[in-house]
Each structure stands twice: as C-alpha cells, then as structure tokens.
C-alpha cells in the first residue's frame, strides 16, 4: 500500500492542457481522510451489532467491539494531526504547479493567435497562396497542440524536482504507514485480513 500511495503522490495522473481546458492532477487522493471506521457501530450490550455501510461493503460480516471503535478514532485522529502540516504543504505546491501551466497555456494560446492573424495578413496582403495559408496554419495548429500536451511533461518534473513538496509527501507516506499499523494492531486478525483486502481494491481504483 505505502508503494502505491508513493505513486499517486510523486507521480499523479494529469489530463493534459487543451484549447478548452487546464492541466488538471490531483496527487493527493481524497481517501487519505476518510476514517472507514466512523459509522461503525458496535456490538454487545453498548451498541445494536449492526455493520454500517463501509462495513458492510469493506469489512463482510465482521463487527466491531466498543473498545475497538474508541481506538479506531483516535488513530484517525492522530493519522490527520500528523498529515495536517505536511498535506496543506503539497497543495499550495501542487496549487502553484497548476496555476504555472495555467498561464504558460495562456501564453502558448495567446502566441499562436499571433502568428494565425499574421499568416492571415500575408494571405490578405497576397504575398501567400491559400494552399500556402493552410499549410501554415495547420503546422502552427499542431505545434501549438503539442506544446500544450507537453505541459504535462514540464509539470512531473517540477513535482519530481521540488525538494519541500517531496518531503511533505514522505512525511504523508510515513502518517499513512503509522495509521495502517495501528488499525492492524486494534483489529482482530481475521478482520485486518478482510479489511486490507477490500481497502487494497478501493485503493486501486482511485
């Protein structure tokens, strides 16, 4: 899990820039907060013994103890006071990498109106033929598509290159790492095994 945690913070999945739309990643994925143990209710004399929904999708039959919910929140507790720090430090980052390829598309959009309103004086002043003209409009509209998809490129460098943004994300990790051992530790054995396994395929599909 802490490998494919490190992949999803250090190298995120980005939709390319486009005529219509801004380099779009988001490298901290949003079940970082989510406490699956919240809703639990639990069994014996001080609860119902009914499974809450996340239990029941991630947890089969299973219930937890009044004791095992207690410690079940305070490890989500601490797990966000010690991401806190560290996760606002990788979103003003990753904030700033985005508002970088924001303007550097506006800029690339900007530069090849230029040069179209150009291409279209010469062809009005008739110093290039209409075959002339659409040849160098569609070079300057392929040239402009590839360097906004090339945004992507530039921006997974400045990720992989900022040396504060990698070590709030390392600090993540090990927040992460803590939390699982302490779940791993308050829940029986056979219900780990069955919660690890559902939390492993939620967790790919993110």
């Known amino acids: 899990m802490g490998d494919s945690l490190g992949d999803i913070l250090d190298n995120p999945t980005m939709a390319d820039a486009s005529m219509s739309a801004d380099l779009t990643y988001e490298s ?36 937890l103890s009044k ?14 006071e010690c991401m ?11 904030a700033e990498i985005l508002a970088w390829a924001k303007t550097k598309k506006e800029n690339i959009i900007a530069n090849t109106k230029l040069q179209m309103d150009s291409i279209n004086k010469l062809y009005a002043a008739g110093t290039i033929t209409a075959a002339q003209k659409k040849e160098m409009a569609t070079k300057l ?16 460098d400045k990720i992989k290159n900022n040396i504060a943004r990698a070590t709030a994300s390392g600090k993540i990790k090990d927040c992460e790492k803590i939390y ?6 308050i829940l029986t054995a056979e219900q780990f095994e069955k919660w690890v396994k559902c939390f ?3 967790y790919k599909k993110k």
């Open 28 to 63: 901290y994925p949003a079940f970082l907060e989510t406490d699956y143990f919240n809703l639990a209710v639990v069994e014996g004399a001080n609860g119902s013994g009914n499974l809450d929904s996340i239990n029941k999708i991630c947890c089969g039959s299973f219930k």
């Open 67 to 80: 004791a095992q919910k207690e410690k079940l929140v305070a490890a989500h507790k601490a797990k966000e």
């Open 84 to 94: 806190d720090a560290n996760r606002k430090i990788l979103k003003n980052i990753d």
């Open 141 to 156: 509209e392929l040239t402009r598509a590839e360097l906004l998809k090339g945004l992507a490129a530039i921006a997974k």
């Open 180 to 185: 699982l051992k302490s779940i791993k530790e």
């Open 200 to 202: 492993k395929e939620k």
